[in-house]
């Protein structure tokens, strides 16, 4: 059973491949007499912004720490090899919280069964998975966006900024993005249908970029990034503006969160800040799927994938994404179905 294993807990700076290392362990590919788990082979695992928090040891926290000399875990798409628990059966495909390696058995399920086998079935990992609800939820849920609102994305060529620019888009907003690469700025105004982007390590002072792309102000910010670019953007917002705090990842990596010191704007403009974990809001998922999936077999929704093959290759894939070398939504094939 190949697994991918943190070596020591990260407690600040960039996650380094060496920091995981690959291995093979053993599994009996057969349930325990009387076990209640769930046996699984991995298909595709997803690679998450906060497994980042999960490689520092952890205080008071809403996620665990991964255990040094252990298999990482996160979201993945599995297939159900043996089943204790009523509720999943042989053969079953299944997207949900499960280790990062071959086969896992699953104790406490965190899993949602795959009902819409005709869609790729990475996308339960990303569009129709975990990052899909918190676009969702996070712009309609959070943000009571109304067409021909100037919308506002940070991150926005990745696993969630891409879906709520599309969503935007289709209500009818002008939607700008920014990336950290001229191939992303690209995607965003060529494939992803957003009305103008910009690249943001290249711009000198991210107030003046705001203002070129919104001289009117910003009604909406998705925010996934956090530290200046929320500063600028109190800057650049409107009054009655709202902004959906979904995450801040040029955090992560620092011993101490940077100071933010435009919070003055709340009060000026009368703004709605709010954050959001997804975890709460998956009772809306049945009616999420409902939306979503005519819409992209219509072809009105795209999603881009960034998808590496084999565990071998998983530790790259997982800390590329705090250099922003993913181009969409990073995904590792474990075994392609
Ligand atoms: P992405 O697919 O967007 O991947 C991360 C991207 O972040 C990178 O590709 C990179 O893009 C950008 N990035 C990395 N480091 C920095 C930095 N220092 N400054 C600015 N940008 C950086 O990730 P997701 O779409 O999965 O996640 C987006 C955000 O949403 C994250 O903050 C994540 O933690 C959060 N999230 C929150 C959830 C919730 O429940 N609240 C649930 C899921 C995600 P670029 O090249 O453009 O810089």
Same mark, same amino acid.
């Given at each position: 059973?190949?697994?991918?294993?943190?070596?020591?807990?990260?407690?600040?700076?960039? $996650?380094?491949? +060496?920091? !995981?290392?690959?291995?093979?362990?053993?599994?009996?590919?057969?349930? $325990?007499?009387?076990?209640?788990?769930?046996?699984?082979?991995?298909?595709? !695992? &997803?690679?998450?912004?906060?497994?980042?928090?999960?490689?520092?040891?952890?205080?008071?926290? =809403?996620?665990?720490?991964?255990? $040094?000399?252990? *298999?990482?875990?996160?979201?993945?798409?599995?297939?159900?090899?043996?089943?204790?628990?009523?509720?999943?059966?042989?053969?079953?495909?299944?997207?949900?919280?499960?280790?990062?390696?071959?086969?896992?058995?699953? +104790?406490? $399920?965190?899993?949602?069964?795959? %009902?819409?086998?005709?869609?790729?079935?990475? =996308?339960?990992?990303?569009?129709?998975?975990?990052?899909?609800?918190?676009?969702?939820?996070?712009?309609?849920? !959070?943000?009571?966006?109304?067409?021909?609102?100037?919308?506002?994305?940070?991150? #926005?060529?990745? /696993?969630?900024?891409?879906?709520?620019?599309?969503? #935007?888009?289709?209500?009818?907003? =002008?939607?700008?993005?920014? /990336?950290?690469?001229?191939?992303?700025?690209?995607?965003?105004?060529?494939?992803?249908?957003?009305?103008? #982007?910009?690249?943001?390590?290249?711009?000198?002072? !991210?107030?003046? /970029?705001?203002?070129?792309?919104?001289?009117?102000?910003?009604?909406? =910010?998705?925010?996934?990034?956090?530290?200046?670019?929320?500063?600028?953007?109190?800057?650049?917002?409107?009054?009655?503006?709202?902004?959906?705090?979904?995450?801040?990842? &040029? %955090?992560?990596?620092?011993?101490?969160?940077?100071?933010?010191?435009?919070?003055?704007?709340?009060?000026?403009?009368?703004?709605?800040?709010?954050?959001?974990?997804?975890?709460?809001?998956?009772?809306?998922? *049945?009616?999420?799927?409902?939306?979503?999936?005519?819409?992209?077999?219509?072809?009105?929704?795209?999603?881009?994938?960034?998808? /590496?093959?084999?565990?071998?290759? #998983?530790?790259?894939?997982?800390?590329?994404?705090?250099?922003?070398?993913?181009?969409?939504?990073?995904?590792?094939?474990?075994?392609?179905?």
């Amino acid at each position: 059973n190949k697994q991918v294993i943190l070596r020591n807990y990260i407690s600040a700076g960039f $996650p380094k491949e +060496t920091d !995981l290392y690959v291995t093979t362990g053993d599994i009996e590919l057969k349930l $325990p007499e009387g076990s209640n788990g769930i046996l699984v082979k991995n298909l595709y !695992l &997803s690679c998450d912004p906060s497994m980042r928090p999960r490689m520092k040891k952890l205080e008071g926290s =809403y996620v665990n720490s991964f255990t $040094p000399g252990l *298999p990482i875990s996160g979201y993945g798409v599995s297939e159900v090899l043996d089943s204790g628990n009523p509720e999943f059966k042989k053969g079953d495909l299944v997207w949900g919280r499960t280790g990062w390696e071959e086969y896992s058995l699953i +104790t406490a $399920p965190h899993l949602f069964k795959i %009902q819409n086998i005709d869609m790729p079935l990475s =996308y339960y990992i990303g569009i129709l998975g975990m990052p899909g609800m918190t676009a969702y939820v996070g712009f309609y849920e !959070l943000c009571s966006p109304k067409q021909g609102e100037f919308v506002f994305i940070s991150a #926005a060529s990745g /696993a969630v900024g891409q879906i709520v620019g599309q969503f #935007a888009k289709l209500l009818g907003c =002008y939607v700008v993005g920014s /990336a950290g690469s001229k191939d992303k700025v690209d995607l965003l105004k060529n494939k992803l249908g957003f009305d103008e #982007a910009f690249n943001y390590k290249e711009e000198p002072d !991210l107030n003046v /970029a705001l203002k070129r792309c919104f001289p009117e102000g910003i009604d909406i =910010y998705f925010e996934n990034v956090g530290g200046e670019m929320l500063d600028a953007v109190l800057l650049n917002m409107r009054i009655h503006g709202r902004i959906s705090i979904c995450g801040m990842i &040029s %955090q992560y990596n620092l011993e101490k969160p940077e100071g933010i010191h435009n919070l003055i704007q709340l009060i000026v403009k009368r703004i709605r800040m709010e954050g959001f974990l997804v975890l709460d809001y998956y009772h809306l998922y *049945p009616k999420f799927l409902e939306m979503i999936i005519p819409r992209i077999k219509e072809g009105k929704i795209v999603y881009v994938e960034d998808i /590496a093959e084999g565990l071998e290759n #998983a530790p790259t894939a997982l800390v590329g994404l705090f250099k922003g070398h993913n181009v969409g939504k990073q995904v590792v094939a474990v075994t392609r179905k």
